[in-house]
């Protein structure tokens, strides 16, 4: 799986084990809500470190768990 696809994946799955939207993350980064779209949709080229910090940071989470395949759904190994 291509590193943006992974980050996009993880970022839609942390947003919505939150119950929070693209704006609620913008809002509390600063990031521009069109970056968090591109991210969460996988059509970002590049993401800079700055704002993956600021995305870790309003999430709670590290860095290096945007990086971490999600797990199938219904929780089985494949």
């Known amino acids: 799986?291509?590193?943006?696809n992974m980050i996009s994946q993880k970022l839609r799955v942390l947003l919505a084990q939150r119950t929070m939207k693209n704006r609620d993350l913008a809002n509390e980064t600063?990031?521009?809500q069109s970056t968090i779209s591109r991210i969460t949709s996988g059509r970002s080229v590049l993401i800079r470190f700055d704002t993956i910090e600021k995305i870790c940071k309003s999430l709670h989470v590290e860095p290096s768990e945007l990086f971490t395949p999600c797990k199938p759904l219904g929780g089985?190994?494949?």
């Open 1 to 4: 799986m291509a590193q943006e």
């Open 30 to 32: 600063g990031i521009a």
């Open 76 to 78: 089985h190994d494949k």
